[in-house]
């Protein structure tokens, strides 16, 4: 009697461990261009991870990131690229795309279309959808630079996404957190940025 007790017990310890081994780690993508990949620094001063050691450290959570940033990305890119990502199902995805077609001037009812469709694909696997807004510089002009700005605001809108309007912001055009081409922030820039997509996402978690 006593061993078929002893045999039901690690039997049931060995179901236990089975379905805890199953258990997946909350995983977030970042889905971005040189900004999210971290051109210039290390990829472990990449905000995506910093963000990662952030939640560790402050909520006591492992979490999983997909650093999805590539250098030169469009928002076409990044549409491509999200099918590949999605096989690694996700639950938490942010976009931060959209600043390369800004700055080559591309038509903006293109990147839109984009972008909603990037969202429309994440949405549809299950995953929670937060949106990084970019900004043009003003010389290009107050039309373009204003519907450049409005059009994450009509998707954001549009769909209900938890947003931040500027991905940059308190970094864009502050020598001491840019590299010298004043663009891709430094390594003290990705901490400024962890810290606020911390605060963003965190009650995502």
């Known amino acids: 009697m006593k061993k078929i007790i002893l045999i039901i017990f690690i039997l049931l310890i060995q179901t236990v461990n089975a379905k805890g081994s199953d258990i997946q780690k909350e995983t977030i993508l970042f889905l971005g261009d040189s900004l999210t990949e971290g051109l210039g620094v290390n ?5 995506p991870s910093l963000v ?3 939640i560790k450290t402050n909520l006591n959570k492992e979490i999983s990131i997909i650093n999805g940033g590539v250098s030169g990305s469009t ?12 096989r690694k199902k996700p ?6 795309l959209g600043a390369n077609d800004g700055l080559r ?3 903006l009812k293109k990147t839109q279309e984009n972008l909603e469709e990037i969202v429309i694909n994440a ?7 937060l949106l990084a807004g970019m900004l043009m510089p003003p010389n290009y002009g107050p039309n373009y630079t204003q519907d450049f700005e409005k059009m994450y605001r009509d998707i954001q809108k549009k769909y209900n996404l938890k947003s931040m309007p500027f991905l940059l912001d308190g970094i864009a055009g ?10 891709h922030p430094n390594a003290k820039g990705h901490i400024l940025i962890a810290k606020k997509v911390f ?7």
């Open 174 to 183: 502050k020598q001491e957190f840019n590299q010298r081409d004043g663009i």
């Open 75 to 86: 928002t076409s890119d990044g549409l491509a690229r999200l099918k590949w990502y999605l």
């Open 52 to 54: 990662q050691n952030l």
């Open 105 to 107: 001037g591309l038509n």
């Open 123 to 129: 949405k549809d696997s299950g995953a929670k959808v």
């Open 199 to 205: 605060e963003f996402l965190k009650d995502e978690l």
């Open 43 to 47: 990829k472990e001063e990449a905000y």
């Open 91 to 96: 639950s938490i995805i942010l976009i931060a």
